[in-house]
């Protein structure tokens, strides 16, 4: 599983319909690009202040890094910037592959065993 996280800042003037429609296309890229497994976005509802002004995330998991690689280039994904651009403030795009949380103790190495 390969991870593409995207923290998202619209424009202040960007209507609701048009936020409403750019993550409702990030929903249907699952059923268009081959090796995307699946996609969720969220609103920040942290009371903590710290997001730095942005107001959206996405999270899109691919089967593999070579399937994001695809993703990158597709035209489903050039429609979606068409789209998502235009009420666009700021974003910040973070891939990773996930790692397992380390074991209490082990001070973030692997345990022996």
Do not use: C
Not at 13 to 40: C, N, T, W, Y
Not at 57 to 79: E, G, I, N, T
Not at 102 to 107: E, Q, S
Request: net charge negative.
């Amino acid at each position: 599983m390969y991870r593409h996280l995207l923290l998202v800042r619209f424009q202040e003037a960007a209507a609701a319909a048009d936020i409403a429609a750019v993550l409702q296309a990030f929903l249907l890229l699952k059923d268009e690009v081959a090796g995307l497994s699946a996609v969720e976005w969220g609103e920040n509802d942290s009371p903590e202040g710290k997001n730095a002004g942005f107001t959206h995330v996405v999270l899109m998991s691919f089967v593999d890094a070579a399937a994001r690689d695809a993703y990158l280039p597709h035209p489903a994904h050039a429609a979606l910037k068409r789209i998502f651009r235009p009420v666009l403030a700021d974003i910040i795009v973070i891939d990773y592959l996930p790692r397992p949380a380390a074991t209490p103790g082990h001070g973030g190495r692997e345990p022996r065993s």
